[in-house]
């Protein structure tokens, strides 16, 4: 929610609300404060990602390389301090909050569109003053602060909220993040992620008790807006409107006593037709919890309270018989959500008909709680929203709306989603055999946001797998079967045996190119030739040198293959990790500024020696296994050279 303006008003009106502070010197203090304890800041990690990124390239796809190597200094430079990282990212969009996310989406085109024109005009990439973060960022640092060792959460509702919550409940040193919200909250103090100075480890702190003090008010709609700063102009003349609409609002509320009827009193002030709960809603938003306030009733319980108390994962409602059944089958009853669904497995088949109805819903139950418990740890993507609700969404790509040769990734990609959907939705089937739709708020040109894509689940060539085989065996003969139902994903389970010769990185580079090479048409031989180059050459390189690569003019078909990898990382978890989630980053395959040099050198007709800066491939790698086996059904207008080049 937050307050529009604050910022610049605890900026430049509120004497103390701006304290340069060094989080080395507030981790110290925290130690001698609570002896024994390791200080913990906690990471508000969306609104860090555009300080995070700092390699020169964005537009081109991504730095991966350098910017891992720069998650990596970040985190260090905290450690060497003494200071614990704890970073938290949005997990999902809250229903009451998918307004405001697609205005932000719809917002976020007209930028792009304006990054655009001016490459166009330009024949250049724009300065940082548009920065727009490379596609997939945030799925990638969440991935790769795993992969550094750090604690990484994916919230269940809305990010600061929890943010604010943990921090709080598990006494932590402070908050750093740009958001006004982390001011409003009373919890532990908050520090700037944009003031930070990362050498030094100073930065600004915003002041909660000072802007409080100052504006007179208690810890803890225009008309109403209007009629306060009516009564403070007249005290008071100043230039800055919204300076003087915060203080006056303040001034007004200071005065009233903080009681449930003042409240109410306040509530009758609101518009004709407005929701007279807005002032209720908005109180009870920032009360973390077990904290209460005086303007609410005494035995007041905010919705957020009422539903940390339902979340009950066991027993759902089940028949009676179930209670009955339970006890004599054996379950270990040891918490373990793993255990409970092989157990269910077990037993499903040889209970009469309406327990085993039952055992299936506990048993979907199950795989949702398996799911949700990877989802806090940041360890699964987009799986328990789908799980959950059957509801995904896919934020802005740095893609050109005005480009009709190429279609955007949303819908290139919508096959393989449809595939990865049947697998996890294959034991919520009705009784007719129908997978539940799943609704997608996918970004892309053409689409209002208006309302969701209701795509269809589509089932695997020859059936699906259960989940219970994916996620819980690991079998020699089940991790066969991982792979091939990731691969099926894709339409490239006939070249599984020929695709498992490679080494990972080259793996995981063909199957993305060899699904693009099936669903788009207009990729020439020459861009498959710079992308498998690229991705050999890359190998020998590192982040410093990948850095030194001259900007050479965009080329956008790179969006695709970075997109690309994210979607690999989601058919991944669902169908039980056959990869480490490093094996599928982007920086052991992909950079941008490489790739604009190989595609510039592959469309200038330089022979494949050069490509390779006259390497020579070693054994094993994509050559042999390329040039002689992999075979893959080719679109119209496709050269199957391509597939005996290498």
């Given amino acids: 929610m937050g307050v529009k303006g604050l910022y610049t008003f605890v900026a430049t009106a509120c004497p103390g609300g701006c304290l340069v502070i060094n989080l080395k010197d507030v981790a110290e203090n925290h130690c001698r404060t609570y002896p024994g304890s390791v200080p913990v800041l906690v990471v508000d990690a969306l609104s860090c990602l555009r300080h995070w990124y700092t390699p020169e390239s964005w537009v081109c796809g991504g730095q991966w390389r350098e910017y891992h190597s720069n998650l990596d200094s970040f985190i260090n430079r905290f450690t060497t301090a003494g200071i614990k990282l704890v970073f938290c990212f949005d997990g999902l969009v809250e229903p009451k909050k998918r307004n405001?996310?697609?205005?932000?989406?719809?917002?976020?085109?007209?930028?792009i569109a304006k990054i655009f024109e001016f490459i166009k005009a330009n024949k250049r990439q724009p300065g940082r003053g548009m920065f727009f973060i490379p596609s997939g960022l945030a799925t990638f640092t969440r991935s790769a602060l795993k992969i550094l060792g750090q604690e990484t959460i994916c919230s269940?509702?809305?990010?600061?909220?929890?943010?604010?919550?943990?921090a709080?409940?598990?006494?932590?040193?402070?908050?750093?993040?740009?958001?006004?919200?982390?001011?409003?909250?009373?919890?532990?103090?908050?520090?700037?992620?944009?003031?930070?100075h990362l050498d030094s480890l100073e930065t600004v702190m915003y002041s909660r008790q000072n802007l409080c003090h100052w504006l007179g008010l208690k810890r803890a709609m225009e008309r109403f807006r209007d009629r306060c700063l009516s009564s403070y102009q007249a005290k008071r003349q100043s230039c800055d409107k919204k300076a003087d609409a915060i203080i006056a609002v303040a001034n007004y509320i200071s005065t009233i006593p903080r009681v449930y009827e003042s409240l109410m009193d306040l509530e009758k002030m609101l518009p004709l037709g407005s929701d007279k709960l807005i002032l209720r809603k908005g109180i009870e938003s920032y009360l973390l919890p077990e904290q209460h306030s005086p303007w609410l009733p005494c035995d007041f319980k905010s919705t957020l309270q009422l539903a940390e108390e339902q979340k009950k994962d066991f027993p759902i409602c089940l028949d009676q018989e179930i209670f009955q059944v339970i006890p004599y089958l054996g379950y270990p009853n040891s918490g373990n959500y793993k255990e409970l669904v092989l157990w269910l497995h077990r037993w499903i088949f040889y209970l009469p008909l309406n327990i085993s109805i039952s055992l299936c819903c506990l048993l979907w139950?199950?795989?949702?709680?398996?799911?949700?418990?990877?989802?806090?740890r940041a360890e699964n993507n987009m799986i328990y929203n789908i799980l959950s609700h059957a509801e995904v969404e896919c934020s802005n790509t740095l893609e050109d709306e005005y480009d009709t040769s190429l279609p955007g990734q949303a819908l290139i990609y919508c096959p393989a989603r449809q595939h990865i959907y049947s697998i996890l939705l294959e034991s919520a089937?009705?009784?007719?055999?129908?997978?539940?739709?799943?609704?997608?708020?996918?970004?892309?040109?053409?689409?209002?946001?208006?309302?969701?894509?209701l795509v269809?689940?589509?089932?695997?060539?020859?059936?699906?797998?259960?989940?219970?085989?994916?996620?819980?065996?690991?079998?020699?003969?089940?991790e066969k079967q991982r792979l091939w139902t990731f691969l099926a994903c894709f339409q490239l389970q006939d070249s599984a045996e020929d695709l498992r010769t490679l080494e990972t990185p080259f793996f995981v580079t063909c199957s993305l190119l060899l699904y693009l090479v099936l669903q788009v048409d207009s990729l020439s031989l020459e861009d498959l030739h710079a992308f498998m180059a690229q991705a050999l050459c890359l190998q020998e390189k590192s982040a410093a040198q990948l850095a030194d690569f001259l900007q050479i003019s965009i080329q956008y078909s790179l969006v695709l293959f970075v997109r690309g990898l994210g979607m690999l990382l989601m058919a991944n978890s669902a169908c039980g990790f056959p990869f480490q989630m490093d094996d599928l980053?982007?920086?052991?395959?992909?950079?941008?500024?490489?790739?604009?040099?190989?595609?510039?050198?592959?469309?200038?007709?330089?022979?494949?020696?050069?490509?390779?800066?006259?390497?020579?491939?070693?054994?094993?790698?994509?050559?042999?296994?390329?040039?002689?086996?992999?075979?893959?059904?080719?679109?119209?207008?496709?050269?199957?050279?391509?597939?005996?080049?290498?």
């Fill in 156 to 166: 269940l509702q809305e990010a600061d909220y929890e943010i604010a919550t943990y």
């Fill in 585 to 646: 980053m982007p920086w052991h395959v992909f950079d941008g500024k490489l790739f604009q040099e190989k595609y510039h050198q592959a469309h200038r007709g330089c022979p494949l020696y050069q490509l390779l800066e006259h390497n020579s491939m070693p054994p094993g790698h994509m050559s042999t296994t390329w040039s002689n086996q992999v075979t893959v059904p080719t679109p119209a207008g496709f050269s199957p050279c391509l597939l005996h080049t290498w």
């Fill in 456 to 478: 269809q689940p589509k089932q695997l060539p020859g059936g699906n797998p259960n989940l219970r085989t994916l996620w819980l065996n690991r079998s020699a003969e089940t």
């Fill in 100 to 111: 405001e996310w697609v205005k932000r989406r719809l917002r976020n085109n007209k930028e």
């Fill in 365 to 376: 139950r199950g795989y949702r709680i398996v799911s949700k418990e990877q989802h806090i």
């Fill in 168 to 196: 709080q409940k598990n006494n932590c040193m402070g908050i750093l993040g740009e958001d006004t919200d982390y001011l409003i909250y009373d919890t532990v103090p908050y520090f700037s992620i944009s003031k930070l």
């Fill in 429 to 453: 089937k009705d009784a007719s055999g129908a997978y539940p739709v799943v609704k997608e708020w996918f970004v892309y040109a053409g689409n209002s946001l208006q309302q969701p894509d």
